[in-house]
């Protein structure tokens, strides 16, 4: 069922206005947004969940790449139709940001938030039917990329993760389906970790989208 009203979102009884609706097309309000993701954002992780005065830059990339904000995506130098490899230091809430900004746009086709050590446990179990589950037409968020351990299954090693990219890069020429993922480590670390070939590739894939490094951790 077609939703009217894409830009209202109702939570708990309490109903949030993101912006107007002209013309069949919504001019969204960026601090309506925020106040609707500290709502949410509480329901979902907790009453101390807050956002954070000094990650409204970040929120602002992150919010215009979402709602698909094209003018000023382009003055950010952001492409909409790449995905978003989030990256920033432990704890400052790159996990929880992925999760809470799918919920702005309920009426685009959501994505799956998945733990790339997950995914790993899963290879080390069942082999290389996990890299084949991952190569399909379905939207994915691969957290914490790079931290996940090398696959191994009846012996033989696999850069999982980097596999799954390759995959991912192919739907994304051939059918421009977007991935998303979340990082810790930096470009370099992160060629180190999947090799060149594979950087190159995200360098194609995603929109890099980066926390301070000074960014304190927020779980504690």
Same mark, same amino acid.
């Given at each position: 069922?077609?939703?009217?009203?894409?830009?209202?979102?109702?939570?708990?009884?309490?109903?949030?206005?993101?912006?107007?609706?002209?013309?069949?097309?919504?001019?969204?309000?960026?601090?309506?947004?925020?106040?609707?993701?500290?709502?949410?954002?509480?329901? &979902?992780?907790?009453?101390?969940?807050?956002?954070?005065?000094?990650?409204?830059?970040?929120?602002?990339?992150?919010?215009?790449?979402?709602?698909?904000?094209?003018?000023?995506?382009?003055?950010?130098? *952001?492409?909409?139709?790449?995905?978003?490899?989030?990256?920033?230091?432990?704890?400052?809430?790159?996990?929880?940001? &992925?999760?809470?900004?799918?919920?702005?746009?309920?009426?685009?086709?959501?994505?799956?938030?998945?733990?790339?050590?997950?995914?790993?446990?899963?290879?080390?179990?069942?082999?290389?039917?996990?890299?084949?589950?991952?190569?399909?037409?379905?939207?994915?968020?691969?957290?914490?990329?790079?931290?996940?351990?090398?696959?191994?299954?009846?012996?033989?090693?696999?850069?999982?993760?980097?596999? *799954?990219?390759?995959?991912?890069?192919?739907?994304?020429?051939?059918?421009?389906?977007?991935?998303?993922?979340?990082?810790?480590?930096?470009?370099?670390?992160?060629?180190?970790?999947?090799?060149?070939?594979?950087?190159?590739? &995200?360098?194609?894939?995603?929109?890099?989208?980066?926390?301070?490094?000074?960014?304190?951790?927020?779980?504690?």
């Amino acid at each position: 069922m077609k939703n009217e009203n894409p830009h209202i979102i109702v939570e708990k009884g309490v109903q949030y206005k993101l912006g107007e609706l002209k013309d069949n097309c919504i001019q969204y309000d960026f601090k309506s947004i925020l106040i609707y993701l500290d709502a949410k954002g509480k329901l &979902m992780f907790g009453k101390n969940f807050k956002v954070y005065e000094e990650d409204e830059v970040v929120l602002y990339k992150l919010c215009i790449y979402f709602i698909r904000d094209f003018e000023a995506c382009e003055k950010l130098n *952001i492409d909409p139709n790449k995905g978003i490899l989030l990256s920033g230091p432990v704890g400052c809430g790159k996990t929880s940001l &992925m999760k809470l900004l799918r919920h702005i746009v309920p009426h685009h086709k959501p994505y799956e938030v998945i733990p790339a050590r997950n995914i790993t446990f899963a290879f080390n179990n069942i082999g290389y039917k996990t890299i084949q589950e991952y190569g399909n037409s379905s939207f994915y968020c691969f957290d914490d990329l790079g931290v996940e351990t090398t696959g191994r299954h009846f012996g033989k090693d696999c850069n999982v993760l980097g596999e *799954i990219l390759l995959s991912r890069y192919d739907l994304f020429l051939q059918r421009k389906i977007r991935t998303h993922a979340t990082t810790n480590l930096n470009a370099q670390e992160l060629e180190e970790r999947y090799g060149n070939r594979v950087r190159s590739r &995200m360098r194609q894939m995603f929109n890099l989208i980066s926390f301070d490094s000074s960014s304190k951790d927020k779980r504690s």
